[in-house]
């Protein structure tokens, strides 16, 4: 089984609905992260959250909202689809070690969400 | 501020080697990282490098640091299409401590 899962695999919408994506993981780790990847452009941080009571903006935050109902579940919400938010979106966990310079991010499969 | 960069595609013959190419531009970086993403996955991690380290080898995979132009490379020996795949360079910053991801090289392996 999968330790990062994330669903819809893939998602079509029209402008305007709201989308929830939803990301679970098995690994018990505390650190969640939401992620959006365009072409050309890399990954970049949407939110992300250190445990349960703590939400962080990352650097393109605006149009998205996030949940975090467990430490195992981290919802990402578009309130209000917009075409320019067709992307693959991308789950991730990380559990950071004594050192944390070396914590490493596991990715879930991405959910590929097109807005028309 | 933090920046990563990469050319977007390389393409290579079965058997060569690859050599990927990345730049970035936070001298206080302290891990270095290379992922790979085959199609339809999400990203896994291939192998690290502290930024006191000049070379790390792991197998088939080479990673060069070059941390006075702030260059990193990954090199592939004797490609397969297997090696097929995206492959993102990543920087951890010193300052932020935020992880921070190039745009990702897209590795053809032509056989």
């Not at chain 1, 305007?16 to 993981?25: D, T, V």
């Not at chain 2, 996955?41 to 070059?66: C, E, H, P, W």
Request: hydrophobic fraction near 30%; aromatic fraction near 10%.
């Amino acid at each position: 089984d999968a330790d990062v899962t994330q669903t819809p695999r893939n998602r079509i919408t029209k402008t305007g609905k709201r989308i929830m994506l939803e990301c679970s993981q098995t690994k018990g780790h505390d650190r969640m992260y939401w992620y959006r990847q365009d072409p050309g452009l890399g990954l970049r941080l949407i939110y992300y959250s250190f445990d349960v009571k703590d939400i962080n903006k990352g650097e393109i935050s605006d149009g998205y909202s996030v949940s975090r109902q467990a430490q195992a579940k981290f919802s990402l919400s578009l309130e209000s689809a917009i075409p320019n938010q067709t992307a693959l979106y991308f789950c991730a966990t990380s559990d950071p070690p004594r050192d944390r310079a070396l914590e490493t991010q596991y990715f879930g499969p991405g959910t590929r969400l097109l807005v028309l | 501020g933090e920046d990563v960069e990469q050319s977007l595609f390389l393409s290579v013959r079965e058997g060569d080697s690859s050599v990927i190419n990345c730049t970035y531009t936070d001298s206080s970086s302290t891990y270095l990282y290379w992922y790979k993403q085959e199609p339809g996955a999400g990203l896994q991690l291939l192998t690290y490098i502290f930024s006191n380290m000049d070379m790390k080898q792991d197998q088939r995979l080479t990673v060069l640091l070059n941390k006075k132009d702030k260059h990193l490379s990954l090199r592939i020996a004797d490609t397969q299409t297997g090696d097929s795949a995206i492959y993102f360079c990543a920087n951890r910053g010193g300052a932020t401590n935020k992880l921070i991801f190039g745009t990702g090289t897209l590795l053809a392996v032509q056989p």
